[in-house]
């Protein structure tokens, strides 16, 4: 069935949208589609060039901003206003940098206002969320022009270890380039994804991915069945990777000629260049023997046997992080049914041997690797964009998963994109004495009010033995277990009652339908803010006057004739807000309540004191 799309604010149909899979790199980042005609997975090029942009950010001096070869060309002349691996910095405060300072040339410091770092260039500070979201906004860009369409929406792909604030960071660098991230995706994923793997539902394999990049190595287990992946285990190091190969070459050559670290520590451009042509040495050993060169009027020689010589403890590093995750995972190499090779350093031939060897058995290294997480992000977009038919991959949550509370309100225990397994849990009270039934209504969906998201489940925890209203003490937490499965357990602490359910949230919904709700909790999001304030500010207004009801009904006594009136007033003018949908009047009229109400409670709650002294309750 074909669908058509609609332009919801225009009403004018429009061209399917484009969703691209990006996959934003330490070192370079790219675009990929599905091509329209062939279907297969392309990364975006234009003409000859290639399909990778160098994930490097050029400020100059009139606050012009480049990305990509051309700011990588000025890394050598600019260095401190060229800034490369901000990936490295996402999430990050100055104290998880602190032992690689050296690393960057550029300034690295703590924000004030967060603790999160910023990079200084010149007069400005970047944090990594906007230095990241250049780089997409460059990848926008270059999208746009080679499909000649607008781009804005994306399926990026992180390393497996990202935690959910380096997660969200991603998210937030791709909203400030214009895109709406509409999955994050485990590199490893994707990259198992481009091989073919996880397509089909009836296979079942446990995958490693070797991901050796620019500054980076990762290594990942994965499981798949029933078209789910499983992140068995991650191991890696964040400061491993061609850039350190370079920098082998670099000291090698250094040496050589006998030039002093000290010397090149103040010229930034002799260092640089040195740099760059180890770094060509590198690829060219990748398919020849030797390389040959000159630098600063000085011969610079290197052979494909000495360069495997050097990064031997390097390749040993990264087969003792394998060994560890086998370990971490409970595997032996021997249970890895397939080898997947990701990142550009992985074409160097001793590396690819090593693996090999170590797990026994051929590496998949048929398609690009430094192309691989891509296309791999590419297909996840076309399975979100409902062209393909394929199963819906789950190793994150597509909607925010959580409970109704008062007045009609969303409550999220676990957002969405959350990776799974993974759980969650709060507590939540009665507004009633004596309640001794809690209603638990599941929800799944992006919109503030529950009445806009779809219920998946409901069920009532009974049996909470009688106590004053806001004393029981119910815990909801959820559990989402490897298979996408959610389990929601209630449990009153103070007694112990529990009640528990399983739901399947990925049920009998599409990615249609997902792709769907995702964009009417964009389009709604200000009403949806708008109408959240105002269901809450009802809600206070509500129990404050059910509060002073009660405390009148207890202690009119203790209430002058003057205070009673001036109290049923303050009461009836809140409860005529009420009826009205204007959130600052009820904000108004609740306080004045309070403000009635403030001083005789202060001197109740004395008598109260007082006779408690004289033993006596009241
Ligand atoms: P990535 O982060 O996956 O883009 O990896 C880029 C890294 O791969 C850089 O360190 C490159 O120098 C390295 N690289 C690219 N091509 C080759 C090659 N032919 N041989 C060795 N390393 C390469």
Redesign the pocket.
Known sequence: MARIPINIATGSLQKPEMIVGIDL????SLVAIIHPESKQPVALKEHDSSS?VPSIIHFDANGNITVGESARALLETDPQHTIFSAKRLMGKNYDDLKAHADFFTYRVIDSNEDSLVKVQVGEKFYSPIELSSFILKELKHRAEHILKTPVTKAVVTVPAYFNDTQRQATRDAGKLAGLDVLRIVNEPTAASLAYGMGLDPSEEKTIAVY??????FDISLLHISNGIFEVLSTHGNTYL???D??RTIVQHWMQQLNVSAASLSDNHQKSQSLRLLA?RA??????QEQFSATWEGSRVQLTAIELQQLITPLIEETLKSCKQALQDAGLTADQIDTVVM???????PAIKQAVSNFFGKPVNDSVN??EV?ALGAAIQADILAGNSQRLLLLDVTPLSLGIETMGGLMDVLIPRNSKIPCGAARQYTTHQDGQSDMRITVFQGERDLVKDNRKLASFSLRGIPGMPAGFAKVEVSFTINADGILSVKAKELRSGVAQEIEVKPQYGISSEEIEKMLLESITHAKSDMVERALVEARTEGEQILSVTEKFIQKNTTLLSAEELTATAAAMQALQLSLTMADKDLIQRKTEELNEVTRPFAERVMDVAVKGALQGKSI
């Open positions: 790199g330490t070192t370079n990778l991901d050796l990049g620019g500054g980076t990777g061609g850039d190969i370079d770094e590198k690829k060219q050993l990748s398919s990701v990142g550009g350093s992985t074409r160097i690797p430094d997480v």
